[in-house]
């Protein structure tokens, strides 16, 4: 089970962007998540008259390593760190400082 979903809000610890706060976008295969409005670079593109795409400096999200990046904890509005357990026949996150359930 990971430890990061879709729609966790997540604050960057290290890099550029550390300290800021985004919700997560998409989990990629490869270890790195996209988070809206974190590690945007500036990408050149150009244009192509055939389908009317306009050419230019365009800002888009990049991905950034998951490990660079942890889960705010509601309660005490820090990033925290996040364990995965069992209880019965479910896996469940909580948070390693307070001990309750992510979902919860």
């Known amino acids: 089970m990971n430890r990061l979903k879709k729609g966790d809000e997540i604050i960057v610890i290290t890099g550029k962007d550390k300290g800021k706060r985004g919700s997560v976008s998409q989990i990629l295969d490869n ?37 660079n990046v942890a889960l705010v904890n509601p309660e005490t509005n820090k990033a925290d760190k996040v364990g995965v357990k069992v209880e019965g026949d479910t896996k469940i996150r909580f948070f390693k400082s307070t001990g309750k359930a992510v979902d919860a």
Not at 37 to 63: C, D
Request: glycine share 16%; net charge positive.
């Open 31 to 67: 270890g790195k998540v996209l988070v809206d409005g974190i590690n945007l670079v500036k990408k050149h593109t150009k244009g192509n008259p055939q389908t009317g795409a306009q050419g230019g400096i365009v800002s888009k999200e990049m991905p950034i390593q998951a490990s």
